[in-house]
């Protein structure tokens, strides 16, 4: 598609010839996701492939304080469903040296706002949400 438009030929009229054409010439056919649905996350956004490359990595935009507060709070429910003691220490204790790591280091974005948890706490609830559950 190199041709210009002719001047006087209506722009919805010569880009309409040109996609005929180019259907005529095949250059439509076998195309991947051809036959398919759009996403449904094809909502108009200036940088969708930006946010699609993310997802497909794996990356987050969150400053790296939000990131921990996130999985502050993932953790610290995945500690108040371990199947063991042990394993609820282990699990606060991995993320009470991220928190304090991040405590320690300059703020890389907002403010960090949490503090360490406290073991003995979590696991105090821990044994009482295993004993409730258990009656």
């Known amino acids: 598609m190199t041709e210009r438009k002719p001047p006087g030929v209506p722009f919805g009229s010569w880009v309409d010839k040109q996609i ?19 996403p ?23 400053p790296p304080t939000l990131a921990l507060r996130k999985e502050a709070e993932d ?10 003691e042990r394993i609820v ?5 991995d993320i009470n040296a991220k928190i304090l790591d991040m405590m320690l280091k300059p703020p890389p974005g907002p403010p960090l706002g949490l503090k360490r948890y406290d073991v003995e ?3 105090h609830e ?10």
């Open 20 to 38: 005929r054409d180019a259907q005529g010439r095949g250059e439509f056919d076998r195309l991947p996701g051809a036959g398919r649905p759009l």
């Open 75 to 84: 953790v610290l429910a995945a500690a108040l469903a371990a199947p063991s």
């Open 40 to 62: 449904d996350d094809m909502s108009y956004e200036e940088l969708w492939w930006v946010k699609r490359k993310m997802a497909r990595e794996g990356l987050t935009a969150l």
């Open 89 to 93: 220490r282990t699990i606060v204790a």
């Open 126 to 135: 821990w044994r009482e949400r295993r004993r409730a559950a258990a009656e």
């Open 121 to 123: 706490e979590v696991v």
